[in-house]
């Protein structure tokens, strides 16, 4: 299972809105992994880009985004191996946070899309967003996407796709723990 995520560069008027500049957006997508009790047992992205099990894997940090538009491409992907997940994790949550704290609305598109295949091959699409474009995300920076739940040798994938009052990776993944997991 992949999580792809793509997404645009911000163009701001300047000059009297004379001419448009174009702004780097820098998301981060990021999965942390937590057991039956809700405890945080490890977290992948882009300053960790494997699970210690070999699992999950982060296709690495993407800083810039569509910069000249949109190519259709995922930014980064987040690979999961389910057969190889550590039998002692329960739940695995995937999320967004704006590095540089960009509102969502201020961004142009932000896709995200959840796959099976590789993070080089889409055999095939299960889900897709596009989260930038809805209103509900003005005023924030951070974003639960989706997760996936064990029971017992199968997993169950619930997309989430709500914003949080977070504003960084840290506090996603306690606003996480506290507030996603059932």
Not at 70 to 98: A, C, H, W
Not at 128 to 133: D, G, H, K, V, Y
């Given at each position: 299972?992949?999580?792809?995520?793509?997404?645009?560069a911000?163009?701001?008027?300047?000059?009297?809105n004379?001419f448009k500049?174009?702004?780097?957006?820098?998301?981060?997508?990021?999965?942390?992994?937590?057991?039956e009790?809700?405890?945080i047992?490890?977290t992948?992205?882009y300053?960790?880009?494997?699970?210690k099990?070999?699992?999950?894997?982060?296709s690495g940090?993407?800083?810039?985004?569509d910069i000249?538009?949109?190519?259709?491409?995922?930014?980064?992907?987040?690979?999961v191996?389910?057969t190889q997940?550590?039998p002692?994790?329960?739940y695995?949550?995937?999320y967004?946070?704006?590095?540089?704290g960009?509102d969502f609305?201020d961004?142009?598109?932000?896709?995200i899309?959840?796959f099976e295949g590789s993070a080089?091959?889409?055999?095939s699409?299960?889900?897709?967003?596009n989260?930038?474009a809805?209103?509900a995300?003005?005023?924030?920076?951070?974003?639960?996407?989706g997760?996936l739940?064990?029971?017992?040798?199968?997993?169950e994938?619930?997309a989430?796709?709500?914003?949080?009052?977070?504003k960084n990776?840290?506090e996603?993944?306690?606003?996480i723990?506290?507030?996603y997991?059932?």
């Amino acid at each position: 299972v992949c999580i792809g995520l793509n997404w645009g560069a911000i163009k701001k008027a300047v000059l009297f809105n004379l001419f448009k500049q174009t702004v780097a957006v820098d998301l981060d997508g990021s999965v942390t992994m937590y057991d039956e009790s809700r405890q945080i047992l490890e977290t992948v992205y882009y300053r960790k880009l494997r699970s210690k099990d070999g699992a999950i894997s982060h296709s690495g940090d993407d800083r810039d985004g569509d910069i000249y538009g949109d190519d259709g491409l995922d930014n980064e992907v987040i690979e999961v191996k389910l057969t190889q997940v550590n039998p002692k994790v329960k739940y695995i949550v995937f999320y967004l946070n704006s590095y540089n704290g960009q509102d969502f609305a201020d961004i142009p598109y932000s896709k995200i899309r959840i796959f099976e295949g590789s993070a080089k091959r889409v055999d095939s699409v299960f889900a897709t967003f596009n989260l930038s474009a809805e209103e509900a995300f003005r005023g924030n920076v951070s974003m639960v996407l989706g997760k996936l739940v064990r029971n017992g040798t199968n997993w169950e994938f619930t997309a989430i796709g709500e914003a949080t009052p977070t504003k960084n990776i840290d506090e996603t993944i306690l606003y996480i723990q506290n507030n996603y997991l059932n």
